[in-house]
């Protein structure tokens, strides 16, 4: 059994950062890659970034290239994302997820999940 939680969320105004980290605990072997998705209000959820636990390769969302870093700490079992340059529309709940396979971006896909915490950007 894997369990994410994350952390970090709160609220900020437009152009600020946010960093959002999400600790693994349990059988963390059984994922591959790790990712960040988003669900505002009303809204599917949405993909904004993943990584490879081994490696550390990663993608990114059109909607964050460029503003968003997603990393690991191997060591400490946690995945992070940091958020600079944030605008009102990357308000949502944002979740980690875990998947054994080693890229994907598909919901779907993703077998674990964390329980979600709160951005919001205000204008």
């Known amino acids: 059994q894997v369990q994410l939680i994350e952390s970090g969320g709160g609220l900020v105004q437009a152009g600020g950062s946010l960093r959002l980290s999400c600790a693994a605990s349990g059988r963390t072997f059984s994922y591959s890659s790790m990712a960040w998705f988003r669900q505002a209000p009303g809204k599917a959820r949405d993909f904004v970034a993943r990584?490879?636990?081994?490696?550390?390769?990663?993608y990114y969302a059109d909607s964050v290239k460029g503003r968003f870093t997603i990393s690991r700490s191997n060591a400490k079992n946690t995945l992070y994302l940091q958020m600079n340059s944030l605008k009102p529309e990357d308000t949502a709940v944002y979740y980690c997820?875990?998947?054994?396979?080693?890229?994907?971006?598909?919901?779907?896909?993703?077998?674990?999940w964390g329980q979600g915490t709160q951005v919001t950007v205000s204008s």
């Open positions: 990584i490879r636990w081994i490696g550390g390769s990663t």
């Open positions: 997820a875990g998947t054994g396979r080693l890229e994907t971006t598909r919901e779907s896909e993703y077998n674990y």
